[in-house]
């Protein structure tokens, strides 16, 4: 009974997924609104510097001031 479940719910997310492509075609992409002004495209070392290495570089950058901002260290025993 499990494989019939299985094989009902993989056709439905196909059938999903396959709806969703076709009714996004990216033909609809090329036509251009008014006042469109699309700028100059991006080489693959900005592209790789602004969706990789930034990101990275803040998670650092928070991560660093949470950990040199943090108040929670360990009472020192007196007595």
């Not at 494989?3 to 990216?26: D, F, I, Q, V």
């Amino acid at each position: 009974m499990d494989n019939k479940n299985a094989l009902r719910a993989g056709a439905l997310a196909a059938g999903t997924t396959l709806m969703m492509l076709l009714m996004s075609s990216p033909a609809l992409a090329l036509t251009r609104d008014d006042g469109d002004d699309p700028g100059p495209g991006l080489s693959v070392i900005q592209t790789l510097g602004l969706y990789v290495a930034l990101p990275i570089v803040l998670f650092l950058v928070i991560a660093g001031l949470v950990m040199v901002l943090d108040k929670s260290h360990k009472q020192q025993k007196q007595g």
